[in-house]
């Protein structure tokens, strides 16, 4: 169980001052549960992830998995980032068994578990190829396959769709929900899109912004797949939608620009 | 393929019937011998020329030192370099050190290395057999102008290539499990391999014009660039103009074959 507890997290900003990226956050997950965090950017999602994932440390509180402290990276937690971020010398199916080729798994024993991964997100018939060879949605399905591949019990992905075209968006988003349904892995999942959050989570954490803290959560139960076109799904993303709009923070020193967009632009899936 | 192979050619095919027109016209060897007088020369390579001995030991001796140095280079420069991409504070303790050194020409240094080395060599410390003459020729002082010349070169890119790592491929290379070593081997070197390669490609130039230079200073005695001085000595120009062209041609060759390697070892990949 993924448990974090009081985190805090304080950047210097200019040298001097000191700027409070996260507050206070406690948030539990269960094993298998796919928790989203929504919130508009600057508002602390990525630190969140960055320290689950142990590339940063918590200023203050305690992230912990299975009991463990959480104080460097481990490949029992991958992060999927929002620019790929694949090895451009290495084929499509070494990408993928990077992390199994660290763990010491013999190269075969890799090899097939590599394109086992590959068939999961669909791109087994290009292995051999190179990521500047495929297109974007292509190349995040295979930072997907790498981050899997290692069998993680934490999966995090940092906005993994925000950089792909709409079309291409929805049906990594369909996949990944049906891959979600098979694999049960633990998912904290980071996004901007409100709709993104409500078709893929079990549970929703809305953050808020300056310093992010952690607003109201949402269980969906809504049954899976989940239908964008039925009125609970689309009330839920009205409830968040309200809950994300200025006024409803309730917190001093919020950005009025930022929540002027948000609102403008609230369901960009 | 072949009308490329024309273009290519072109110039330095009217280059050279300009040169015999104009050798005919002055009709004075000493000033501008003939493309045939030049020709001989380089037709006959084992053939002892002067007291220097042949073109191809000379070519020979130039080209031992310059691997000898070069490869000293890499070795010094390589790691180091990968130091100072890795941590900017080593880099902070180093960064005026080198940028002192750097503008120096590799060639000042040849009187300081003379006076500390003189004329010995590494044959002198190893067991050779009489046939390894060419060893004895080595002489420290050349290797060490060569190692200076190649050194900033491959340094600089080295530490360039690291740095130019995406910041995020190293942190889901580290998520998926490396740590420093791993880091190192699997990421950071691959991944600055086309600036390495780059830096030694230049290393090799540099050394390379630095070699030929050093030979032609006091202290020397074989080597091409002694060669061609030599021969200047004695008026031979038609040996100076034979140096000349295996110089251009032994530093174009060593420019292509690492040219060769960097598109063997770096194939075309956009960055990500």
Same mark, same amino acid.
């Given at each position: 169980?993924?448990?974090?507890?009081?985190?805090?997290?304080?950047?210097?900003?200019?040298?001097?001052?000191?700027?409070?990226?996260?507050?206070?956050?406690?948030?539990?997950?269960?094993?298998?549960?796919?928790?989203?965090?929504?919130?508009?950017?600057?508002?602390?999602?990525?630190?969140?992830?960055?320290?689950?994932?142990?590339?940063?440390?918590?200023?203050?509180?305690?992230?912990?998995?299975?009991?463990?402290?959480?104080?460097?990276?481990?490949?029992?937690?991958?992060?999927?980032?929002?620019?790929?971020?694949?090895?451009?010398?290495?084929?499509?199916?070494?990408?993928?068994?990077?992390?199994?080729?660290?763990?010491?798994?013999?190269?075969? @024993?890799?090899?097939?578990?590599? *394109?086992?991964?590959?068939?999961?997100?669909?791109?087994?018939?290009?292995?051999?190829?190179?990521?500047?060879?495929?297109?974007?949605?292509?190349?995040?399905?295979?930072?997907?396959?790498?981050?899997? @591949?290692?069998?993680?019990?934490?999966?995090?992905?940092?906005?993994?769709?925000?950089?792909?075209?709409?079309?291409?968006?929805?049906?990594?988003?369909?996949?990944?929900?049906?891959?979600?349904?098979?694999?049960?892995?633990?998912?904290?999942?980071?996004?901007?899109?409100?709709?993104?959050?409500?078709?893929? @989570?079990?549970? *929703?954490?809305?953050?808020?912004?300056?310093?992010?803290? *952690?607003? @109201?959560?949402?269980?969906?139960?809504?049954?899976?797949?989940?239908?964008?076109?039925?009125?609970?799904?689309?009330?839920?993303?009205?409830?968040?939608?309200?809950?994300?709009?200025?006024?409803?923070?309730?917190?001093?020193?919020?950005?009025?620009?930022?929540?002027?967009?948000?609102?403008?632009?609230?369901?960009?899936? | 393929?072949?009308?490329?192979?024309?273009?290519?050619?072109?110039?330095?095919?009217?280059?050279?019937?300009?040169?015999?027109?104009?050798?005919?016209?002055?009709?004075?060897?000493?000033?501008?011998?003939?493309?045939?007088?030049?020709?001989?020369?380089?037709?006959?390579?084992?053939?002892?020329?002067?007291?220097?001995?042949?073109?191809?030991?000379?070519?020979?001796?130039?080209?031992?030192?310059?691997?000898?140095?070069?490869?000293?280079?890499?070795?010094?420069?390589?790691?180091?370099?990968?130091?100072?991409?890795?941590?900017?504070?080593?880099?902070?303790?180093?960064?005026?050190?080198?940028?002192?050194?750097?503008?120096?020409?590799?060639?000042?240094?040849?009187?300081?290395?003379?006076?500390?080395?003189?004329?010995?060599?590494?044959?002198?410390?190893?067991?050779?057999?009489?046939?390894?003459?060419?060893?004895?020729?080595?002489?420290?002082?050349?290797?060490?102008?060569?190692?200076?010349?190649?050194?900033?070169?491959?340094?600089?890119?080295?530490?360039?290539?690291?740095?130019?790592?995406?910041?995020?491929?190293?942190?889901?290379?580290?998520?998926?499990?490396?740590?420093?070593?791993?880091?190192?081997?699997?990421?950071?070197?691959?991944?600055?391999?086309?600036?390495?390669?780059?830096?030694?490609?230049?290393?090799?130039?540099?050394?390379?014009?630095?070699?030929?230079?050093?030979?032609?200073?006091?202290?020397?005695?074989?080597?091409?660039?002694?060669?061609?001085?030599?021969?200047?000595?004695?008026?031979?120009?038609?040996?100076?103009?034979?140096?000349?062209?295996?110089?251009?041609?032994?530093?174009?060759?060593?420019?292509?074959?690492?040219?060769?390697?960097?598109?063997?070892?770096?194939?075309?990949?956009?960055?990500?």
């Amino acid at each position: 169980m993924l448990r974090i507890d009081q985190v805090s997290k304080a950047y210097m900003a200019d040298g001097t001052r000191a700027r409070t990226a996260l507050r206070d956050i406690t948030l539990h997950a269960e094993p298998g549960e796919f928790i989203c965090v929504v919130g508009m950017s600057g508002c602390g999602k990525t630190t969140l992830l960055r320290l689950v994932a142990g590339l940063e440390q918590p200023s203050s509180g305690r992230i912990t998995l299975n009991a463990e402290l959480i104080d460097r990276p481990h490949p029992e937690r991958t992060l999927v980032f929002q620019e790929y971020a694949l090895f451009p010398w290495r084929t499509v199916l070494h990408n993928v068994t990077f992390g199994l080729e660290l763990k010491n798994v013999g190269r075969r @024993a890799a090899t097939r578990q590599g *394109i086992h991964y590959l068939k999961l997100v669909g791109l087994d018939s290009f292995r051999h190829h190179r990521p500047h060879e495929l297109s974007g949605g292509m190349r995040q399905r295979v930072a997907l396959a790498r981050a899997l @591949a290692v069998e993680p019990e934490v999966l995090l992905m940092d906005e993994p769709f925000g950089a792909l075209d709409a079309l291409t968006r929805g049906r990594l988003q369909q996949e990944l929900a049906e891959l979600q349904q098979r694999e049960g892995r633990t998912v904290l999942f980071v996004t901007h899109s409100i709709m993104e959050a409500v078709f893929l @989570a079990d549970r *929703i954490v809305v953050l808020h912004p300056e310093p992010g803290r *952690i607003g @109201a959560t949402y269980e969906v139960d809504l049954p899976c797949p989940r239908d964008l076109k039925s009125t609970d799904f689309q009330g839920l993303c009205e409830r968040i939608e309200a809950d994300l709009s200025p006024g409803t923070q309730g917190a001093s020193g919020s950005n009025p620009t930022d929540q002027g967009t948000a609102r403008r632009n609230p369901c960009n899936i | 393929m072949p009308a490329r192979f024309l273009t290519r050619a072109a110039l330095p095919c009217l280059l050279l019937a300009l040169w015999q027109a104009l050798a005919l016209w002055i009709d004075s060897p000493t000033v501008l011998p003939g493309v045939e007088a030049v020709a001989q020369v380089l037709a006959h390579p084992f053939q002892p020329i002067l007291i220097t001995g042949s073109l191809i030991y000379n070519l020979l001796v130039s080209l031992l030192r310059v691997i000898c140095g070069f490869v000293l280079a890499a070795a010094l420069a390589v790691p180091l370099g990968l130091l100072l991409g890795m941590s900017p504070r080593t880099e902070r303790l180093f960064e005026s050190l080198i940028e002192l050194l750097r503008p120096v020409p590799p060639l000042a240094w040849v009187p300081l290395l003379l006076t500390w080395f003189g004329l010995a060599g590494p044959a002198e410390y190893l067991p050779l057999p009489r046939e390894w003459a060419v060893l004895e020729s080595l002489k420290f002082s050349m290797i060490a102008v060569i190692t200076i010349g190649a050194f900033f070169p491959i340094l600089l890119n080295t530490i360039q290539g690291v740095r130019n790592q995406p910041r995020i491929c190293i942190e889901s290379a580290r998520t998926l499990g490396a740590r420093r070593t791993t880091l190192l081997a699997k990421v950071i070197l691959p991944g600055s391999l086309p600036f390495l390669m780059t830096g030694l490609r230049i290393g090799m130039g540099i050394g390379w014009m630095c070699l030929v230079a050093a030979e032609m200073l006091p202290g020397s005695s074989s080597g091409l660039g002694y060669l061609v001085w030599y021969a200047y000595e004695l008026m031979h120009t038609e040996i100076i103009l034979a140096g000349i062209l295996i110089i251009g041609m032994v530093g174009l060759l060593l420019d292509q074959g690492f040219r060769f390697l960097e598109t063997r070892l770096c194939p075309p990949t956009t960055r990500i």
